[in-house]
């Protein structure tokens, strides 16, 4: 991670830059107190509101290993605290470090089992943490995006600890050793291969939403990584940079064909380091995706080999906004989810004042095509320097993903033959489905039509049962419902509008 140092030039700023005039007035009215500002930029419908949930070290789930049957249960209860308190905000995705460095978190025929859960390695717990995970977030609406970290293996004692299943222990050709660590070879065939395989065992395997690839690029400093005699013999005309690049962008490719080959509506992202390169009037400094870890970001965009960007912009000021609005306006309209960094308000890091990201969140807003991700999960629910009540104002009601319509643009077939059912403890509603693939959203509001196109009346999403049931005491009446399909792409359905609204039964004194 680079310095937040250094001052920007006196350049006038590029033609894009000034043209999002939009951002650059919502950067000054975000100067003011942060209550103030706490419904500045409206909550849409859809943007993504995500959360990397980190395993290494376990330094946001687990938080102690397994020694008996009972600390398996802890486990469990610890991640499902942590989603019902995320759930509790409005948060909509999880990226799950499931892929740590060269060993996994589910049972796998290619890598040993990370040691995070047992302290052993290559032990696993006795059951399936990815699995119960996906299961625990589709039960609260939420999306699970299995997070790989793709490149690093981890440094010498990690790689020795896991013996002869590691990978530079069974292939030792295919890896480098560079300043103490240890990195799958971009450049090797084998690389694509081994990534690949993995891939396709969790795509297939699991129920997931979507596959995140982390540090899918080339080590930082590498002006000394050793990988010259490997350019001389495949350089195919090009500069070692633009080889270096070429290989990450193959990789890229590769994988988000095996992904799309067995489920196509799976999303494929990926984190970026935070600038893609320097603008005309702001530098980065030295550290950007293009030049410093060759990372040819946009350009997979353009190419349609990424459905979705996680630039971290773990910055503040000058080295944030200017690179976000380049990002948006490189997206070639897929998706960009501003990588926030959250952990800075700690003490321990940058000590951050809240307002810094209330300021960003509230610009990356302004931004139509994404929404954010906050580094990382224990940061916001431990409410460092406030941000959990924060972003509980910040997204006040539930919302969906951004749709992936170039995947597929198809309407679903609206759900009929709703049914409500209320007695004094519980409301239920049951509609009937024409596709069993169709997950299901709730909307309700005091007026008739329901208006779906309004965020407020959103109450429930990704339902996977054609089914509900709500206390009571709960609702407000009158209470009109509208129930839509949404298939995996995103794409919703017209609503089932309930045309008889629920009123209070008034009982009878005897």
């Not at 407000?476 to 919703?492: C, F, K, L, Q, S």
Request: aromatic share 12%; with cysteine.
């Amino acid at each position: 991670m680079s310095k937040n140092g250094g001052k920007c030039t006196n350049k006038l700023p590029n033609k894009h830059y000034l043209c999002n005039v939009k951002t650059l007035l919502i950067y000054i009215l975000l100067s003011l107190p942060v209550f103030a500002q706490a419904q500045f930029v409206q909550a849409p419908k859809r943007e993504y509101r995500a959360v990397w949930l980190t395993t290494i070290k376990g330094l946001d789930w687990p938080n102690e290993t397994i020694v008996g049957t009972a600390h398996e249960a802890i486990q469990k209860e610890a991640l499902c605290i942590i989603l019902d308190s995320l759930q509790a905000i409005n948060i909509n995705t999880i990226l799950l470090q499931t892929r740590v460095r060269g060993d996994v978190i589910y049972p796998s025929a290619i890598e040993p089992f990370s040691s995070v859960f047992t302290g052993r390695h290559g032990v696993a717990p006795g059951y399936d943490p990815l699995a119960f995970a996906i299961e625990e977030c589709h039960k609260r609406g939420m999306q699970l995006h299995a997070w790989l970290v793709t490149i690093p293996l981890g440094d010498a004692a990690h790689v020795k600890a896991h013996g002869k299943q590691s990978l530079p222990a069974k292939h030792p050709d295919q890896c480098t050793k560079f300043k103490g660590a240890w990195y799958m070879e971009p450049s090797h065939p084998a690389t694509v291969g081994h990534l690949s395989a993995l891939v396709e065992e969790i795509v297939t395997k699991y129920d997931v939403d979507g596959i995140h690839f982390d540090y899918i690029r080339y080590p930082e400093g590498n002006a000394t990584y050793p990988d010259g005699a490997r350019y001389n013999r495949n350089r195919r005309g090009m500069s070692k940079a633009d080889w270096r690049r070429s290989n990450i962008t193959h990789l890229m490719s590769t994988l988000y064909a095996k992904v799309k080959s067995i489920k196509p509506w799976v999303c494929v992202s990926a984190a970026t380091l935070g600038k893609h390169a320097d603008t005309s009037r702001y530098s980065s400094y030295g550290w950007n995706a293009y030049h410093t870890v060759h990372q040819e970001a946009q350009a997979w965009m353009h190419e349609g080999i990424v459905d979705a960007l996680f630039p971290m912009l773990y910055y503040a000021g000058h080295h944030f906004y200017p690179f976000i609005t380049d990002w948006h306006e490189h997206s070639y309209g897929r998706h960009i989810i501003a990588g926030m960094g959250t952990y800075q308000l700690h003490p321990d890091e940058k000590d951050w004042e809240l307002e810094e990201i209330v300021r960003q969140l509230n610009v990356v807003r302004a931004h139509p095509t994404g929404g954010a991700a906050q580094f990382r999960s224990k940061f916001v629910t431990d409410n460092t320097k406030g941000v959990y009540e924060y972003l509980r104002l910040f997204y006040p009601t539930p919302a969906l993903v951004p749709a992936m319509t170039w995947l597929s643009d198809t309407q679903p077939t609206t759900p009929q033959g709703l049914q409500v059912a209320v007695d004094k403890a519980t409301t239920t509603l049951v509609w009937e489905s024409s596709d069993s693939t169709y997950l299901y959203n709730i909307y309700s509001s005091t007026t008739y039509p329901v208006d779906t196109t309004d965020p407020a009346n959103l109450q429930h999403t990704y339902l996977q049962q054609p089914h509900f049931e709500e206390a009571t005491h709960s609702i407000v009446y009158p209470r009109h419902y509208a129930i839509t399909a949404i298939d995996h792409y995103g794409n919703e359905s017209e609503p089932l509008q309930w045309k008889n609204p629920l009123v209070p039964v008034v009982m009878k004194a005897r």
